[in-house]
């Protein structure tokens, strides 16, 4: 039994159970996580393992008091007058399609054209009149109008991955907000939020613009991206752009998984919410606010409420109206 603990705490952590003490354990340092989120990445199989670790420990009674600061608790820590909380999960990189609630944009009159849904739960392929491959997540939409001088789609709601068949002669234009994403041919993936868009570029080039790509001024007048860039879009404000490492990640979801990284509560119930066999409601307002760093998986037998239960330091009560209300642990 002491070899065996002594394993558990060992320096460096190698097996889910090695793992689930030494994210127990007080005072993980922001270097221990990034481990932790590299031996989750190593091996897609290594989060179920961790996931059955947790379960047998819970199991086991004597142990309860050694593992109550596990991976999946709360750490409350005060900053100013607010309350703010950190989760430490299954280390994980921003989902750069992460997405809020349907939106509907004053910004940018919604052009006719034939609107593309995903049903809730579902991720759908759509392949375009003139070839653009695109991806819709779960709860999303686009509507979309091909004519002959621009290839115009409007995100209306989720998020949307793009393949854009090349056309110089045609520039391909995905609305967000107040702006629009101007292209010939690439790869990029498109989000909205609550208050804000997000656009990553996976590969070509792209011009974030407040013109139409039917104005000359359009591409000289955006900001342009490279492959690496992601450009962040608040209505009524300047773009900002930076670059990112983890692009791949921003696609995560094609993949069957909702990745996040040091976000509110509320945004990883947003998301979830597009997945959920009933609407995700927080009971307190203030719970929203917590900050995490989570993956979630979207596949498997068990239902993402379920793994929202286990995972997260919340709980989650099915009401007799068909809610699930998240609250506290």
Known sequence: MIDRLTALFARRPETAEDWLARMGRPGVSPREQDRFAAWLEADPGNLDRY???KALSAALEPLRGVFET?????????????LSRRLLLS????AAAA?????MWPYLSAPAGRLYESAPGRISEVVLDDGSRVTLDAGSAIRVSLDDKVRRVTLERGAAYFEVAHDAGHPFQVGLMDRRVIVTGTRFVTALKNESAE???????????ARDAS?????????????????????????VRHSRKDLDIAT?????RLIFRDVPLSEVVAAASRYSDRPLTIADPRLGAL???????LDGDQSLIDRIDALLPVTVERTADGRALVRAE
Do not use: F, N, Y
């Open 99 to 103: 997405v809020g609630g349907a939106l």
């Open 199 to 209: 656009v990553a570029l996976l590969e070509g080039r792209v011009v974030v613009s």
């Open 252 to 256: 995560a979801w094609r993949k069957r």
């Open 70 to 82: 596990d991976l999946a608790r709360i750490r409350w820590r005060r900053r100013e007058p607010a």
């Open 215 to 239: 104005d000359a001024r359009a591409l000289t007048d955006g900001m342009a991206l490279a492959p690496g860039d992601e450009a962040l879009i608040r209505p009524g404000e300047p773009v």
């Open 291 to 297: 900050r995490v760093t989570a993956i979630l998986p």
């Open 91 to 94: 280390g994980g990189l921003v």
């Open 51 to 53: 996931e059955s670790a």
